[in-house]
């Protein structure tokens, strides 16, 4: 019960940074730079991975699984029933779409430092500009973060919900 409560602050406090920054790769620190680390091993990890795909999917891949990795974690969770996990995978899913949004909202700007240095290729700058949405970069950006904040709340909301659970079943007993 405890652990659950210490968690939901725990998310809480994050999900709250993950607010404030925004699209502000800068702002971020701390906790979320670490996250941050982690999702860029598994982006990293999703080119490879995509390596002999076509090129446009070969670069979607970094970001398709920085994201889709927390997803199949949570949805893992929610087959087996573990709903307090279920929500920890969900809010990481949620804050690599953020980040993911960060990266797309560069696209144009193309201002982020990049593993590799000058002359690498910005994911989302080639991808928007193949499909002609470039112009669109900082919109999309916005409209992802926007569902990652969404994943984050609906985390947030499920691990406020199975602690207060938590809570009237020990009162109960």
């Known amino acids: 019960m405890a652990g659950r409560a210490v968690g939901l602050l725990v998310m809480a406090v994050l999900g709250w940074q993950v607010l404030q920054r925004e699209l502000n790769f800068d702002a971020a620190s701390g906790a979320l730079r670490f996250i941050h680390g982690i999702d860029l091993v598994i982006h990293e990890a999703g080119h490879a991975f995509a390596l002999i795909l076509p090129r446009f999917f070969y ?17 893992t969770f929610l087959h087996q029933r573990h709903i307090a996990s279920f929500a920890v995978a969900l809010f990481w899913t949620g804050e ?8 797309m909202a560069d696209a144009k700007k193309q201002a982020l ?17 193949q499909l002609h949405l470039l112009g669109w ?10 569902v990652g904040i969404l994943l984050i709340t ?7 919900n199975e602690t207060h659970r938590a809570w009237q079943r020990a009162a109960r007993a």
């Open 59 to 75: 670069i979607l891949g970094g970001s398709a699984l920085q994201v889709i990795l927390p997803a199949v974690c949570a949805l």
């Open 96 to 103: 690599s779409v953020t980040d993911v949004a960060i990266y």
């Open 113 to 129: 430092p990049l593993l590799g240095g000058d002359g690498t290729v910005h994911d989302w700058n080639y991808l928007l500009g």
């Open 137 to 146: 970069a900082p919109s999309l950006g916005r409209l992802t973060f926007g």
């Open 154 to 160: 609906v985390a947030l909301a499920i691990v406020a």
